[in-house]
């Protein structure tokens, strides 16, 4: 079992940034790639960024691109997503979830989640 806690979120207006992070526990942190997801009111789970388990490989929506930044930190255990330039349209929880298998962009390849933190980013 790997246990997941999110934090970081909360309100920022437009073009401010917010720093994500995702503390883990249980197994093996070093064995899993690493993604972030969120999900909007009323829309399905996006993914958004991952980074593989030696934190050597990125992938990022195209929305994201430029402006967050995700990386991991394996003697702490912990992934952030670093935000910038924050947009009204990136306002949705943030999930972190970790990967002992191939893929990054579907939630299916995913084996464990954390309960999200809110962003809301105002206009």
């Known amino acids: 079992q790997v246990q997941l806690v999110e934090s970081g979120g909360g309100l920022v207006q437009a073009g401010g940034s917010l720093r994500l992070s995702c503390a883990a526990s249980?197994?093996?942190?070093?064995?899993?790639?690493m993604g972030w997801f969120r999900q909007a009111p009323g829309k399905e789970r996006e993914f958004v960024a991952a980074?593989?388990?030696?934190?050597?490989?990125?992938y990022y929506i195209e929305s994201v691109k430029g402006r967050f930044t995700i990386s991991r930190d394996s003697a702490k255990n912990t992934v952030y997503l670093q935000m910038n330039s924050l947009k009204p349209e990136d306002t949705a929880v943030y999930y972190c979830?970790?990967?002992?298998?191939?893929?990054?962009?579907?939630?299916?390849?995913?084996?464990?989640w954390g309960r999200g933190t809110q962003v809301t980013v105002s206009s």
């Open positions: 980074i593989n388990w030696r934190g050597t490989s990125t």
């Open positions: 979830a970790a990967s002992a298998g191939a893929g990054y962009s579907s939630p299916t390849n995913y084996n464990y």
């Open positions: 249980g197994r093996t942190f070093s064995n899993y790639a």
